[in-house]
């Protein structure tokens, strides 16, 4: 397996945000976003390891600022790190009011995937090399990230995890 680049990853998505989409405020509703985050995640996951992949996890997604009926989304999706058969993928999301000119920040999210095999099964994936130095510290932040979805997932103990132990343990 040869060594991929994060910029190999990214994806950029938009959509109108139309009635459809948004509550009785006019805004765009969370689970509309959530399911175009999902596929904009997926795609930058499957652009890493070439194979089908499945969602395992959403970190906490806030939002900042509501996406209006109307404007314009923008998803940007790209790995921060790939682990052995899992990748995380950092997204952002901007809202842009085309008439007027103005495009904001409306929330950022990490979400996990798992490649799979023909069978469904968890497979390799290829290893992830961070160029910028941003690149670089999401790197090594998204091992501190995935101790802690496991530990509050119930499928790590505190104690083992090396990088987060004194968040949970008191000596």
């Not at 996951?45 to 395992?56: G, I, L, W």
């Not at 970190?59 to 790939?82: H, M, Q, Y």
């Not at 990748?87 to 085309?98: K, S």
């Not at 495009?103 to 999210?109: F, P, R, T």
Request: aromatic share 6%; with cysteine; glycine share 6%.
């Amino acid at each position: 397996m040869h060594i991929k680049k994060p910029q190999d990853t990214f994806v950029m998505m938009s959509e109108l945000v139309l009635p459809n989409d948004t509550n009785t405020l006019g805004n765009l509703m969370g689970g509309r976003l959530m399911h175009w985050m999902d596929i904009a995640a997926a795609i930058s996951s499957q652009k890493h390891c070439n194979c089908p992949v499945v969602t395992a996890s959403v970190d906490n997604v806030s939002f900042s600022n509501p996406i209006k009926l109307g404007n314009l989304l923008t998803i940007e999706a790209k790995l921060t790190r790939a682990f052995n058969t899992s990748m995380e993928v950092y997204l952002r999301v901007w809202g842009e009011d085309l008439s007027a000119q103005y495009k904001y920040l409306s929330n950022e999210a990490y979400m996990t995937f798992v490649a799979l095999d023909p069978n469904s099964r968890p497979r390799k994936i290829p290893h992830l090399e961070p160029e910028t130095e941003i690149e670089r510290k999401m790197h090594e932040g998204a091992l501190r990230r995935r101790q802690l979805r496991l530990i509050l997932g119930g499928k790590m103990k505190p104690e083992d995890a090396g990088e987060l132990r004194a968040l949970f343990m008191t000596e």
